[in-house]
């Protein structure tokens, strides 16, 4: 059976098309930097958005119009997976991500919940054999369902914990199952609401004996992929432990973790959290802590996750020349955690909205990879920064100098001259760059 009828696959049409269906830049056999953009960019679909969001809001229910609507619990999650490998291979994208709720339904127990994801993995399975699609990555739901009110890993009730280790227990087995290439922590409710009545530092403890475990487990299991923690700074969660990149790299850090994990960064997350998304990814990538992203936006007129799909180019390049620099994402890819708006309600919204994502990512590497070969800002820092690379600025990096050295030479300077930052010029020539790539 077919669920979306009135689109084919998309293919590339370049940047002359008026075709809605169809990449105006997103050519997966072009090379860029020796590799091809399919290569680069790994775009990655997200099951909870495309294949269960129903555009409801806090004030609305769902609007979304989708060929499976009327069904209901197994059948209804068995009806998605036939759809979503028709949208995977139509769109054209090489993986997909999900969390273990997205694509089975819970049963009344975690007995029958276990059954139920038996079922659709193994047709997952199947489909993946006959689509050639893989699983960038999955995870587990450990914030919807009730019990979790206080928090999986970090929360006050030692029952909870251990339906939390006994969830990513089966996630990990999933994993093995379907060859998925990274392991996802998303702690949505790994946080407190008042530190009134939170054991901080019991929280913290408790959840790297968690992350430990899972790496025992995974190893004892065979899983050899990458474990990718995502950072968030609150939603729903007041205060949430992985509230950006420099946080959670200081959490694994301390706890002997570092060498296990690498961060899954969000771009709208960065944006709650105060910071530009590549911000996030300059913290991670001169740590070595840049595994993954997921593709989206936020409203900056809004203060919460709206989760939409990207198309700031400006940004966009931005993000794509740190995950350049970083030499690319290795197991990691783009999966665009993004949904269609609210009044983008039918079918084909779906194929519209990741032909943007994809053309303006496909877009963004082209323009990244422009300013690298240029040595756009390369040069631009180094000139900024010449002074450390000879006389007394070298002594600082060299370490070969202290604070009495420092003293004599400030005492003999008549004055210190600073050299303008030119902002606004390097921002006018990086717009040239959008304009001409």
Known sequence: MAYFNTVNRIQFEGKQSRNPLAFKHYNKSEVVLGKTQEEHLRF??????????????????????????????????KVRVEAAFEFFTKIDAPYFCFHDRDIAPEGHSLKETNEN??????????????SGVKLLWNTANMFSNPRFVHGAATTSNAEVYAYAAAQVKKGLETAVELGAENYVFWGGREGYESLLNTNLELELDNLARFYHMAIAYAKEIGFTGQFLIEPKPKEPSKHQYDYD??????????????????????????????????????????????????????????????????TDLYAVTLAMYEILKNGGLGSGGVNFDAKVRRSSFEPEDLFHA????????????????KLIEDGFFENIVSERYRSFQSGIGLDIVNGTTDFRKLEQYALAQDRIRNKSGKLELIKAQLNEYLFSV
């Open 44 to 77: 990655a679909v997200a099951y909870w958005h495309t294949m269960t969001g129903g555009g409801s809001d806090p004030f609305g229910a769902d609007t979304a119009i989708r060929p499976w609507n009327g069904y209901s619990g197994l059948d209804l999650a």
């Open 117 to 130: 994801l038996d079922v659709i993995v193994a047709q997952i399975k199947e489909h993946m054999k006959t």
């Open 245 to 310: 990149a420099a946080t959670s790299i200081a959490f694994l850090q301390k706890y002997g973790l570092d060498r296990h994990f690498k961060l899954n960064l969000e771009a709208n997350h960065a944006t709650l959290a105060g910071h530009t998304f590549e911000h996030e990814l300059r913290v991670a990538r001169i740590n070595g802590m840049l595994g993954s992203i997921d593709a989206n936006q936020g409203d900056l007129l809004l203060g919460w996750d709206t989760d939409e799909f990207p």
């Open 354 to 369: 990741h032909i943007a994502g994809m053309d303006t990512f496909a877009k963004g590497l082209k323009v990244a990879a």
